[in-house]
């Protein structure tokens, strides 16, 4: 492309960014809003869990049904006008879900309605999970979701789900019944098994590359009082908490029982949590003993409802800048864990000189048995259900933009010292510039692509960021 032609179109863009979005204030439905900046709702629009994944749009719009978001994507298709779709804002990846040109923020898509004669529930894809289990809750069900507080049910089910709940009833995505998706040719269409296949698994872990989804149909389940919740322990304890950690990972076969166990940099200080689960009102002997026999320095554990352990994980937006990475990991060995310790030595230090406020590495076990919660081929993520790639993190949060590129930096060489080659990549934790082929595998690249190009022949939603197939 010439220089001048770029300029003509960079210059266009933004004069038209002000004219769509008043092409839309126009010709949405009363229950669509647009709103610009300087005014609140503009604001709360535009907001992320991380600044770094935060942008200034020309405006904001909040659509009130699938119908409007039909009318709103035709606009923005024919004049090829940037956006971005925000469910919870959580995606710490720069124009994941965020825009210079148009922000559609889905939060009035928020439905929870319990069906007791199918056993789904169907929640509005503009929900955060605490709004889902709170409403559930009160109806003794559940839903396969999040593990703490404040995140979006869409962008957690398109790109998996890993859940406390995992154990028993799979990932988020394998207990989707039915999307309502708003197709990139604006119609809106209900999609199952039956009515689309390549479209229902490209869906599972495609994000926003299909269009929008406004709803989700999820299998729902019995949900009585649970126990659990966070404790943290002082570094010392460290060779205690390795062991614990070892043996949880290699021994608990209940399928009730989960854990995070991290391991913190903070404050020129290195802190061990976890963050512990169990089906039922009290865990039996032995799941959680070790770690119980630690002393703690802070612990908030306990029977009770399954919001009031995942609300009480709640701390608002984090406010700064944030990036998150898979680590392949297809063993918690010891030598595994110390590995993880030694890296946290180095990079805890190492990151602080930059600016950081924390460098976290979370280890998530799950049972053998997690992916045969659905068959194999029935989902875009994970390329495989051979076998289980547990969704090790590392998660780095720091001040400065100017010191953006040390932080991606160390979070793609810490994964790659830690992290298993070949293994496929968990898109919700994944860094920004991913290849996709390590999530989706080549079969389901291909599969993905041939359904893109069929669902999305004029490439509409390559005008919002993201994993791109
Ligand atoms: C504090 C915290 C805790 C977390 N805990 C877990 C956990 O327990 N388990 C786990 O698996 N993951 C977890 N994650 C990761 C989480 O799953 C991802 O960050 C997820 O993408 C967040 O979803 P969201 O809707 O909030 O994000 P957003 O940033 O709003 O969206 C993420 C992506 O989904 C797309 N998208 C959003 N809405 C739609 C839509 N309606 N239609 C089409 N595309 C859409 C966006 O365009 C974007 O690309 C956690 C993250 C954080 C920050
Ligand atoms: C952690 O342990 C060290 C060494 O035992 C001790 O000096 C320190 O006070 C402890 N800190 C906390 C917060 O308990
Ligand atoms: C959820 O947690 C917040 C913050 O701790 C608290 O203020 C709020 O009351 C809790 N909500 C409910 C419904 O318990
Ligand atoms: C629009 O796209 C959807 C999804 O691919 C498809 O089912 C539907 O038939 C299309 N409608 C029209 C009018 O082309």
């Known amino acids: 492309m010439l220089p001048t032609t770029a300029l003509l179109l960079g210059l266009t863009g933004t004069v038209l960014g002000f004219h ?25 629009d535009n907001e992320h869990y991380a ?29 090829k006008t940037p956006f971005g779709i925000k469910g919870g804002g959580h995606s710490a990846n720069l124009g994941f879900s965020s825009t210079t040109g148009v922000q559609i923020a889905m939060a009035r898509f928020n439905e929870v309605t319990y069906e007791s004669a199918t056993q789904t529930a169907v929640i509005g894809a503009g929900n955060i999970w605490d709004d889902v289990y709170e409403i559930l809750n009160a109806q003794g069900v559940n839903v396969v979701g999040v593990r703490e507080s404040g995140v979006g049910v869409a962008g957690l089910i398109l790109g998996g789900g890993y859940s406390y709940l995992s154990n028993q009833y799979g990932l988020a995505l394998d207990n989707v019944v039915a999307y309502e998706l708003v197709a990139p040719n604006t119609t809106v269409v209900t999609v199952t098994e039956e009515s689309d296949p390549d479209l229902f698994f490209s869906l599972k872990g495609g994000f926003n590359n299909y269009g929008i ?99 009480s994980t709640s701390h608002g937006a984090a406010g700064h800048r944030i990036v998150i990475n898979h680590i392949p990991t297809l063993e918690y060995s010891e030598s595994f864990i110390e590995g993880i310790a030694d890296e946290l030595n180095f990079w805890g230090p190492t990151l602080s000189t930059h600016g950081a406020l924390s460098v976290t590495y979370a280890v998530e076990p799950f049972l053998p048995s997690l992916l045969t ?57 994944a860094i920004y510039d991913t290849p996709v082929v390590d999530m989706f595998g080549e079969e389901g690249v291909k599969r993905m692509e041939a359904t893109r190009k069929r669902v999305d022949p004029y490439g509409v939603m390559l005008l919002t960021g993201g994993f791109k197939v």
């Open 20 to 44: 769509v979005c008043q092409l839309i204030a126009d010709e949405v439905s009363f229950v669509t809003d647009v709103y610009y900046p300087g005014s609140s709702s503009y604001v709360a």
């Open 51 to 79: 600044t770094s994944s935060s942008q200034v749009s020309k405006c904001s719009v909040e659509p009130g049904s699938a119908e409007d978001v039909g009318i709103i994507l035709g606009i923005l298709g024919k004049t």
């Open 213 to 311: 989804v406004t709803r989700f149909t999820l299998k729902a389940y019995p949900q009585g009082a649970v126990w659990g919740g966070a404790a943290s322990y002082n570094a010392s304890y460290i060779s205690a908490f390795n062991a614990a950690s070892v043996k949880f990972c290699s021994e608990v076969a209940d399928p009730k029982a989960a854990m995070i166990m991290a391991y913190v940099y903070v404050s020129g200080q290195e802190l061990l949590s976890t963050l512990m689960f169990y089906d039922g009102p009290t865990p039996p002997d032995g799941i959680f003993d070790d770690f119980l026999a630690i002393p703690a320095f802070t612990q908030d554990v306990a029977t009770r409802s399954f919001f009031d352990l995942i609300n």
């Open 373 to 429: 919660h659905a068959p194999a081929g029935s989902s875009a993520y994970p390329s495989s259900r051979d076998h289980v790639v547990f969704p090790t993190a590392v998660v780095l949060q720091w001040v400065s933009e100017s010191e953006d590129d040390v932080f991606h930096d160390a979070a793609r060489q810490t994964a790659e010292k830690l992290g298993v080659e070949g293994e496929s990549i968990y898109p919700d934790y």
